[in-house]
């Protein structure tokens, strides 16, 4: 089955640094991967996807990209904000019937103004 | 309006006994899910239905059941609570059957087993 690494498990930074967490999937066949912020006391969120058929994707201040060779995908966010800060989540998905999303362990980000 | 709202918020009880959990989703969704989310937040499926089939079942003990009576309703009923029960229970809807379409989760129950 699917596996997800995620790292760093926790990232301080200041205001108006970037931040970049990484993922890396075992399954060369999975190919849909969301990203998600998790908030105090409430549920996962998701703030941007990408497909196996894109490289690199971009929202604002939030960009994703994909390497299928290496099979890692990376969250950046730029120019962080106070508001940023809370638990962010990979995920990966194989084709496949009955299978469902595979979550990574999740980043704790702090941002310190 | 709440798109995945589930009840309660925390649920507080002792070893033994037997909770339900509710689901609700009125983005119109066909798939559901219960997702388990440890200490250390790591989030793990449960189940998933679609249009209230069971198309998702990992490893969890039978002490746990589902049940869809329709396609916007999933609730989760635990019998014989332990202490490892203890989590916090999410619920989730996707348009798309299967795990390639977003998921919308509800705000979570926290269960705490004494």
């Known amino acids: 089955g699917e596996n997800v690494e995620q790292h760093p498990s926790t990232l301080s930074v200041q205001e108006g640094d970037s931040a970049v967490i990484k993922c890396t999937y075992s399954?060369?066949?999975?190919?849909?991967f969301p990203w998600y912020k998790q908030e105090l006391g409430k549920g996962p969120q998701l703030i941007i996807d990408?497909?196996?058929?894109?490289g690199e994707k971009k929202d604002q201040r939030i960009a994703v990209t994909l390497n299928k060779t290496a099979k890692h995908f990376s969250l950046h966010i730029t120019e962080t904000q106070p508001e940023d800060s809370a638990v962010y989540f990979c995920?990966?998905?194989?084709?496949?019937?009955?299978?469902?999303?595979?979550f990574g362990k999740g980043t704790t980000l702090s941002v310190s103004s | 309006d709440t798109a995945v709202s589930q009840t309660p918020k925390y649920l507080v009880t002792q070893m033994g006994n037997d909770k339900s959990i509710k689901c609700e989703q009125n983005?119109?969704?066909?798939?559901m899910y219960w997702y388990k989310q440890d200490s250390k937040k790591f989030l793990k499926i449960m189940f998933s239905?679609?249009?209230?089939?069971?198309?998702i079942n990992e490893t969890v003990p039978n002490r746990f059941s589902p049940k869809s009576p329709d396609k916007a309703h999933l609730n989760l009923h635990i019998n014989s609570l332990e202490l490892g029960d203890s989590a916090v229970y999410f619920c989730?809807?996707?348009?798309?059957?299967?795990?390639?379409?977003?998921?919308?989760f509800g705000n979570g129950t926290r269960l705490t087993v004494t």
């Open positions: 989730a809807s996707s348009l798309a059957r299967g795990g390639n379409s977003p998921l919308h």
């Open positions: 399954d060369s066949a999975s190919n849909y």
């Open positions: 990408i497909r196996s058929n894109v």
């Open positions: 995920a990966a998905h194989r084709p496949q019937a009955g299978t469902a999303l595979i």
């Open positions: 983005l119109g969704h066909d798939t």
């Open positions: 239905y679609n249009n209230k089939e069971l198309i």
